[in-house]
């Protein structure tokens, strides 16, 4: 554990709402246009993936926001 603080989290927290700002925003454009027409459950199913992928690098960016590295060490 690191024992002074950094600027990379407050940049790291910043960094994190302006991506899911710009990626909602992203979504909520463009999503309806080309999915709009489908049954409910295929929205649904739509949805649910988009609101879940971004949790795919989360784990990297806060390895990144407490070590700064973008991988754990390997014990």
Do not use: H, N, S
């Not at 459950?41 to 949805?47: A, K, L």
């Amino acid at each position: 554990m690191r024992e002074e603080p950094t600027g990379r989290i407050p940049l790291g927290i910043l960094g994190l709402f302006v991506g899911l700002m710009i990626y909602g925003i992203v979504l909520a454009r463009y999503l309806p246009d080309l999915i709009g027409t489908w049954p409910t459950w295929g929205q649904t199913i739509v949805y649910i993936f988009f609101g879940l992928v971004w949790l795919l690098p989360l784990g990297r960016f806060l390895v990144w926001m407490e070590t700064g590295k973008w991988r754990a060490k390997k014990d």
